[in-house]
């Protein structure tokens, strides 16, 4: 996947969790967010890096269940906000045509 093409899914994924910031934000707090691994993405950490910074949406690399993954940084709130805007965020991903699932923690 090319740097441009991230940075626009990344963008798509800002988009559909920013028209959600005013639901409510009842519940558990917790940590969620959109997660797409890198191997399974054919992404290295440098195009992650430069799609982000096109963008304008902070992606946080690190190891999950021992694999290199993108953790998007999107959500607002703590709650169920958080939830909702993370969840757009992912099915905006895969619309985009990134490999892409929750990351689900609550606190």
């Known amino acids: 996947m090319k740097i441009e093409k991230l940075a626009a899914a990344l ?4 988009n559909a969790s ?3 910031r005013n639901s409510g934000d009842g519940g ?5 967010t959109a997660v797409f691994f890198l ?3 054919g992404l290295t950490e440098k195009v992650i ?8 949406v902070t992606v946080d690399v690190r ?6 993954c993108a953790f998007v940084e999107i959500g607002e709130g ?3 906000r958080r939830t909702t805007m993370a969840e757009a965020a992912c099915e905006a991903l895969k619309d985009s045509g990134v490999e892409a699932t929750m990351y689900y923690h609550m606190d």
Do not use: V
């Not at 963008?11 to 800002?14: D, G, M, Y």
């Open 11 to 14: 963008a798509a994924a800002k």
């Open 18 to 20: 920013q028209a959600l």
């Open 28 to 32: 558990t707090c917790n940590f969620d």
């Open 39 to 41: 191997r399974q993405n």
């Open 49 to 56: 890096k430069e799609a982000s910074a096109l963008s304008g």
């Open 63 to 68: 190891r999950w269940m021992k694999l290199k």
């Open 78 to 80: 703590q709650g169920s």
